[in-house]
């Protein structure tokens, strides 16, 4: 499923960066998958089997007005295709084409407690500057690390939480080793 989705997506992406488009599309592509991801039976009607392309095509052009011609035409494309369950997947795909064409690095960071704005954003300006990249900060909350930070730079993860800490002094007590 994932080839599909990088198959799709970045033909997808090609085409509206030939058009100009990839910013528009980008916005509209994650505003129809934010819909099917929040309305159930609006996921169920696209993905299901039981409706006939005809009729998902026909729901299409009444829920999707306004759109690019270039979206529209591939959201019916993945409707002929029965690939429409790939819509997240390709989302996500394309939006990972987008930020390397625009040289942005996704950093998020969680912690426990609410770490203040300024703290957040002079971390993402030292991660900007050792990269060279632009940012796309995200802080979130999850007491469930129990404390200290857990942060995710595009692919690489460091986990410095206690919650992590606390997971491989067990692990290490369970070898006999600690």
């Not at 429409?84 to 390397?100: G, K, N, S, V």
């Amino acid at each position: 499923m994932e080839e599909i989705a990088e198959v799709y997506g970045r033909s997808l992406f090609e085409v509206a960066s030939e058009h100009g488009t990839a910013d528009e599309i980008r916005e509209q592509l994650g505003e129809f998958a934010g819909a099917l991801h929040d309305n159930r039976d609006l996921a169920i009607f696209f993905f299901s089997p039981y409706f006939s392309t005809q009729e998902k095509k026909d729901g299409l052009r009444k829920a999707v007005t306004g759109a690019d011609a270039t979206l529209a035409n591939f959201l019916e494309l993945l409707i002929d295709k029965h690939r429409m369950p790939a819509i997240f997947r390709i989302r996500r795909y394309y939006d990972t084409l987008w930020e390397q064409t625009h040289h942005i690095l996704p950093v998020q960071i969680a912690t426990a407690v609410a770490l203040d704005d300024g703290v957040a954003r002079q971390l993402g300006d030292q991660i900007a500057k050792s990269t060279g990249q632009k940012i796309e900060l995200t802080a979130s909350v999850d007491p469930d690390i129990l404390g200290g930070i857990v942060l995710r730079v595009g692919n690489s993860i460091l986990d410095a939480s206690i919650r992590n800490r606390l997971e491989n002094l067990r692990k290490a007590v369970a070898r006999g080793t600690a």
